[in-house]
């Protein structure tokens, strides 16, 4: 049995479990195991739990295969879609296995029709079964989480810093319709824009002397991106998050930036936000946010909260505040180095969780990192600093809390900003993904057999044997050898798809050796420009 999870401390959680509750050998794989250790593990153990991406390495290595496999347990499932590790897997389980089983599980299936059934499909599920709070075997596990919204106005000061920012936009967005770009000067959204901007990028791409106006666009389109930003950061977040964006963006030696900083109402605007900051006046909702945690504390100092924020910058903020209280917080966020400061390594995640779950913290502030995949004990409360306009993100963070008693989630919006809108869009998501569910399926359970594929149009897999390089140009099979800091990318899969016997080990130069004669080196664009400089 394989019990694929997304992450590692997932992987390794299952695994505890697995072991409190069956009495059978239970092993987990991850990238922190030898690809040898790995193997001899499967050989050893009834079930396995493993993070896809490791089980997708050794597949393709050929270190072991699904013959023997009679059951796969997707966690997590709605990530089944595009080029994710589950949809290649799936594929070859339904090749090799023998006796083929598949189950799939998710809270957050995903609020299309289209994105359900395309999970389906790329999982083989001919069946799906709802289960909801109200079901007697999902009741005695299940207690209730109450959603407050705690609504805030900007103050005066940030009032005023929007002001300058709306007209900087507004002066840029007429431009953009007298270049023909947009149609309408009331404010767009920023995905609108991004699709815009695509859309320019592509046609003076494809053409051969392409106008100046198309440049100045994508130019102006660029500003708008960075203005908009700006609004969320100020509207949402914090003085000091919206001041570092400001230092990140004078950096910058982009005709964009460079226009932004020529611009008086701009500058203006920025120049306000340092004074605001250095004088310690701040977004209403930190002060809001202070006095929940010492409300929530007050009526039991046991209380364990955990604190959600979209960006690492307001993270750090809420940090020194609570360390300005006197409160016993801890910061988590991802392992990715970012200008100023490096990532948390995997080690220190995990003694970050470790520390929150003694006595000795009540309060864990996390970015996105820390809603799903990572082994975080329940809290009483959760409270998210802003609301996040994802249905899937949501339940996630919701779901942080009301595991052991009934739970509590604050959602701290600011009135009249984009708040507002992320917040309705969450819901309407969560709403039409659960009437999508019932409506198209009123059973508890429903087939998809005109949808699913089904084994039997799986296309024939024939492994290869291992030719040498010798043998090559006789022959329709290929041997590669491939760096092991390649072993993250979809070409592995993509040479293992079309009968390529692939070796994965440590290569002093190159990517991707073919023949003896013919090494290849894989690089980005930039990779690429640097080399050359």
């Not at 009834?46 to 993070?51: H, L, Y």
């Not at 917080?329 to 970012?338: P, T, V």
């Not at 507002?420 to 019932?438: F, G, H, L, T, V």
């Amino acid at each position: 049995i394989l019990f694929l999870a997304p992450s590692k401390p997932l992987t390794i959680q299952h695994e505890n479990s697995l072991n409190d509750f069956m009495n059978t050998t239970v092993a987990s794989l991850t990238g922190n195991n030898r690809p040898k250790e790995r193997k001899k593990l499967w050989n050893e153990n009834q079930i396995i739990c493993a993070t896809p991406q490791t089980i997708e390495s050794d597949i393709i290595s050929q270190e072991y295969d699904f013959s023997d496999v009679s059951l796969i347990i997707f966690d997590e499932c709605h990530h089944a879609v595009g080029s994710y590790s589950y949809v290649y897997l799936a594929q070859k389980y339904m090749q090799k296995a023998e006796n083929q089983l598949i189950l799939g599980l998710t809270a957050s299936p995903g609020w299309e029709e289209s994105k359900i059934k395309e999970v389906a499909h790329n999982l083989y599920i001919n069946n799906v079964v709802i289960k909801s709070e109200d079901d007697p075997d999902v009741a005695p596990y299940f207690n209730p989480i109450e959603v407050k919204w705690i609504k805030i106005k900007l103050n005066d000061e940030l009032e005023e810093i929007k002001k300058l920012l709306n007209e900087t936009l507004k002066i840029r967005l007429k431009t953009l319709k007298k270049l023909g770009i947009i149609d309408s000067i009331a404010k767009p959204s920023k995905r609108e824009i991004l699709v815009e901007q695509k859309r320019v990028q592509q046609k003076i791409a494809s053409s051969a002397s392409p106008q100046k106006e198309l440049f100045k666009a994508v130019s102006i389109l660029t500003e708008v991106i960075n203005i908009m930003h700006s609004q969320e950061l100020l509207e949402t977040q914090t003085i000091k998050t919206l001041n570092n964006y400001f230092n990140k963006l004078e950096k910058k030696k982009t005709k964009a930036s460079k226009s932004l900083k020529n611009d008086y109402k701009f500058n203006k605007a920025v120049m306000l936000t340092r004074r605001y900051e250095a004088s310690g006046i701040d977004h209403p909702k930190m002060k809001r946010l202070i006095e929940l945690i010492h409300q929530i504390l007050k009526e039991d100092p046991e209380n364990k909260i955990i604190i959600f924020s979209q960006f690492r910058d307001t993270t750090k903020v809420i940090y020194d505040y609570c360390c300005d209280h006197k409160l016993k917080a801890l910061r988590f966020y991802g392992q990715a180095s970012r200008e100023n400061e490096k990532g948390l390594s995997q080690k220190k995640q995990i003694a970050t969780i470790e520390s929150f779950k003694n006595e000795d913290y009540n309060i864990l502030i996390s970015t996105s990192v820390a809603e799903e995949g990572i082994d975080i004990p329940s809290v009483d409360y959760v409270i998210l600093y802003e609301p996040v306009p994802s249905e899937i993100r949501m339940i996630q963070r919701r779901g942080r809390t009301g595991r052991k008693h009934k739970g509590e989630m604050f959602i701290l919006m600011t009135k009249g900003t984009i708040d507002e809108s992320y917040y309705w869009s969450s819901q309407r998501k969560e709403k039409a993904m659960k009437s999508n569910i019932y409506k198209s399926y009123s059973d508890n359970k429903f087939t998809l057999d005109n949808y699913v594929a089904k084994p039997e149009d799986v296309k024939s897999y024939n492994p290869t044997t291992t030719p040498s390089f010798d043998d090559i140009q006789d022959t329709n099979e290929a041997l590669i050898y491939v760096d092991y800091r390649e072993k993250n990318s979809n070409i592995m899969r993509e040479l293992d798809k079309i009968g390529c016997e692939i070796k994965v080990q440590s290569m002093s130069v190159g990517d991707y050796q073919v023949s003896d004669d013919v090494i290849i080196e894989r690089k980005t664009v930039d990779d690429f420009s640097k080399s050359i400089v």
